[in-house]
T-cell receptor, first 111, second 115 residues
Framework: KNEVEQSPQNLTAQEGEFITINCSYSVGISALHWLQQHPGGGIVSLFM???GKKKHGRLIATINIQEKHSSLHITASHPRDSAVYICAVRWGSYNTDKLIFGTGTRLQVFP | EPEVTQTPSHQVTQMGQEVILRCVPISNHLYFYWYRQILGQKVEFLVS????????KSEIFDDQFSVERPDGSNFTLKIRSTKLEDSAMYFC?????????????FGEGSWLTVV
């Protein structure tokens, strides 16, 4: 069965801490997205990866295609980073472009 | 920053009523999607739409659901006869192309509560 799993489910941190959220998936993909869902419910796309590493500000996303694993890192975390972070994948088959979502990681950063 | 806009942000409807959720995708985008998230659960794919027709749909997207792009800008999701289990946040999304290099943009969502 094609699955996307994230860990941890919940994460609390003190402001300034380095955060890592993990995502693993079961079959080959053509792209992996990291998304942020803020408390109001809206979803914002943070990164889209098919290989390697991307960086935007304090956020870094990496993917290891062989291991079927991706990580999202937040350096110098801040209370405004508190949100649910979701990993979503697009499978490698060319007859589909739907995204399969993980369950999300709820991050709370305290001052 | 371009954005996908959705209306209404929240709708309460009686079971059995028809509901239309509206979306205005980003103007140069060609691929459109509806996803939904039942409270406390994962986001799930409903349907994708390209070139004025459905390109893929999930098992959730049964005969009660329909989509259309009536005027070249709006993209609507209609639920013909709502059930309690249709209560969820519905997200519209769009992208320029289907290749893996194209980012997907989501709207803020429409909360649907069926009572």
């Amino acid at each position: 069965k094609n699955e996307v799993e994230q860990s941890p489910q919940n994460l609390t941190a003190q402001e300034g801490e380095f955060i890592t959220i993990n995502c693993s998936y079961s079959v080959g993909i053509s792209a992996l997205h990291w998304l942020q869902q803020h408390p109001g419910g809206g979803i914002v796309s943070l990164f889209m990866l098919s290989s390697g590493k991307k960086k935007h500000g304090r956020l870094i996303a990496t993917i290891n295609i062989q291991e079927k694993h991706s990580s999202l890192h937040i350096t110098a975390s801040h209370p405004r980073d508190s949100a649910v972070y979701i990993c979503a994948v697009r499978w490698g088959s060319y007859n589909t472009d739907k995204l399969i979502f993980g369950t999300g990681t709820r991050l709370q950063v305290f001052p | 920053e371009p954005e996908v806009t959705q209306t209404p942000s929240h709708q309460v409807t009686q079971m059995g009523q028809e509901v239309i959720l509206r979306c205005v995708p980003i103007s140069n985008h060609l691929y459109f999607y509806w996803y939904r998230q039942i409270l406390g659960q994962k986001v799930e794919f409903l349907v994708s739409f390209y070139n004025n027709e459905i390109s893929e749909k999930s098992e959730i997207f049964d005969d009660q659901f329909s989509v259309e792009r009536p005027d070249g800008s709006n993209f609507t999701l209609k639920i013909r006869s709502t059930k309690l289990e249709d209560s969820a946040m519905y997200f519209c999304a769009s992208r320029t192309g289907v290749f893996s290099g194209n980012t997907i943009y989501f709207g803020e969502g429409s909360w649907l509560t069926v009572v």
